[in-house]
């Protein structure tokens, strides 16, 4: 079973910086999402397995960047710029049967309890 770690969420003002972290159990094709009180789950990043590809979503294109340190089995999300509307539960997600990334909720198996992400205005 792999199991997905979170952590890094919290309070920021808006314009401020997090970085959360995510361990795998195990080498993946990762992504992060969010998903805010009454909204859909959306795709924000996602990194290939041997991290030399990634994919952004728009809202958090040229704000928001996904990196990995395969050693670790862990991948971060950095987040600059943040606006209060980036306000939401954060989680990351593991691909079993492709290394390549994807911003599709469907298309991961596996995924971590969330982390809150809070912005202030």
């Known amino acids: 079973q792999v199991q997905l770690v979170e952590s890094g969420g919290g309070l920021v003002q808006a314009g401020g910086s997090l970085r959360l972290s995510c361990a795998a159990s195990g080498s993946y094709a990762m992504g992060w999402f969010r998903q805010a009180p009454g909204k859909e789950r959306e795709g924000l990043a996602s990194?290939?397995?041997?991290?030399?590809?990634?994919s952004y979503g728009d809202s958090v294109s040229g704000r928001f960047t996904i990196s990995r340190d395969n050693a670790k089995n862990t991948v971060y999300l950095q987040m600059n710029s943040l606006k209060p509307e980036d306000t939401a539960v954060y989680y990351c997600a593991a691909r079993e049967r492709s290394r390549a990334t994807s911003l599709r909720r469907d298309d991961y198996q596996y995924w971590g309890q969330g982390t809150q992400v809070t912005v202030s205005s």
């Open positions: 990194i290939s397995m041997g991290g030399s590809i990634t």
